[in-house]
């Protein structure tokens, strides 16, 4: 009962996000406004998207170790956008996770450790974004939720790296040996971590990830659409979009995240249609972008979307359990 009344509460959300953008549209008016866009523009716009998803790459290689790891990590990025553009519920995490078990040695409980961190650094860099963004509209206050879970998650990494001890204590929690076996794997993985160096190129790649996805917007926002607002205010537009595009809503936000950026850009004086062809434009670029690479990494690499979400292909991970 619980899960149909969250399904319930997900739908009606969804549709309302849709109601809003559609109730405020005016169709003509939008086209006309895209027609306006440079085509040439939008076309860097998306090659600095696709070069996006190679950075993402190379943040997950480090984490793995590079080396030969750099192609496959570069692939599961573009994999994990195109797994969480069809499916909701940020499914592609997983998928990254388990595309490097299919294309290298590594058990799928190392692949998970590699995404832990990497939605570790995130949060952290979204922590700040939020502050600037909050302080520019004077909604501090709101910053406390972010700050609570961020010191949640660095209160466990801190206990795993100070008292391993408590591993067999924490397993104790998982109900099947089989997944117990799984999770000591991952806390293994995550107790080799505690290094300064680590933390420090961590939060350095993370830093490149963020500023490039900061930059798909600012330009379309200053470049494409020539927007009249200031960079303090499309930090808040950016901060609101990514909020709305992390809701397990939605395939990749799709609608939701339209919504945050017709809110927030209204918020400055933007009109609906033209902070709505904004919003459109960088969801397309991305689905462009994600859509074609990955149909060709599934073709290339023997991967059957279908197989895989019904969990009959396992390949590598299946010693780790991943039918679970």
Same mark, same amino acid.
């Given at each position: 009962m619980r899960q149909k009344i969250a399904v319930i509460a997900k739908l009606l959300?969804?549709?309302?996000?849709?109601?809003?953008? $559609?109730?405020?549209?005016?169709?003509? =008016?939008?086209?006309?406004?895209?027609?306006?866009?440079?085509?040439?523009?939008?076309?860097?716009v998306f090659i600095w998207i696709a070069l996006g998803f190679s950075i993402m790459g190379l943040r997950l290689a480090f984490l793995a170790g590079f080396g030969r790891y750099i192609l496959p990590s570069v692939e599961a990025a573009y994999f994990c956008f195109f797994v969480n553009n069809v499916?909701?519920?940020? $499914?592609?995490?997983?998928a990254k996770a388990y595309y490097l078990s299919r294309r290298t040695e590594l058990p799928l409980s190392r692949g998970l450790e590699l995404v832990f961190w990497e939605r570790f650094a995130d949060l952290n860099v979204f922590l700040v974004l939020m502050l600037f963004a909050l302080m520019a509209t004077g909604q501090r206050i709101l910053i406390l939720p972010f700050a609570v879970l961020t010191g949640v998650i660095w209160g466990f990494v801190i206990l795993l790296?100070?008292?391993?001890?408590v591993v067999p204590i924490l397993l104790k929690?998982?109900?099947?040996d089989r997944f117990k076996r799984f999770m000591r794997s991952f806390m293994e993985h995550l107790q080799k971590r505690g290094k300064?160096?680590?933390?420090?190129?961590?939060l350095l790649f993370t830093s490149f $990830?963020?500023?490039?996805?900061?930059?798909?917007?600012?330009?379309?926002?200053?470049?494409?659409?020539?927007?009249?607002?200031?960079?303090? =205010?499309?930090?808040?537009v950016f901060v609101m979009a990514v909020t709305a595009l992390s809701l397990p809503l939605a395939p990749a936000g799709l609608g939701v995240m339209e919504t945050a950026i017709v809110f927030s850009l209204g918020l400055?004086?933007?009109?609906?249609?033209?902070?709505?062809? $904004?919003?459109?434009?960088?969801?397309?670029? =991305?689905?462009?972008?994600?859509f074609g690479i990955a149909v060709v990494l599934l073709l290339s690499g023997g991967i059957h979307l279908k197989n895989w979400i019904?969990?009959?292909?396992?390949?590598?991970?299946?010693?780790?359990?991943?039918?679970?």
């Open positions: 959300i969804l549709l309302a996000c849709i109601a809003y953008l $559609v109730h405020g549209a005016d169709f003509s =008016q939008l086209l006309r406004i895209a027609a306006r866009f440079d085509t040439f523009k939008i076309g860097c499916v909701p519920a940020r $499914v592609g995490e997983v790296f100070l008292r391993p001890e929690a998982v109900p099947t300064t160096r680590f933390f420090l190129m961590l $990830v963020w500023m490039q996805h900061l930059l798909e917007l600012l330009l379309i926002i200053f470049w494409v659409a020539d927007l009249p607002i200031d960079i303090g =205010q499309a930090m808040v400055f004086g933007i009109g609906h249609n033209e902070a709505l062809a $904004v919003g459109l434009l960088w969801h397309l670029l =991305q689905y462009l972008v994600t019904s969990g009959k292909d396992t390949g590598n991970a299946g010693h780790e359990g991943m039918s679970l």
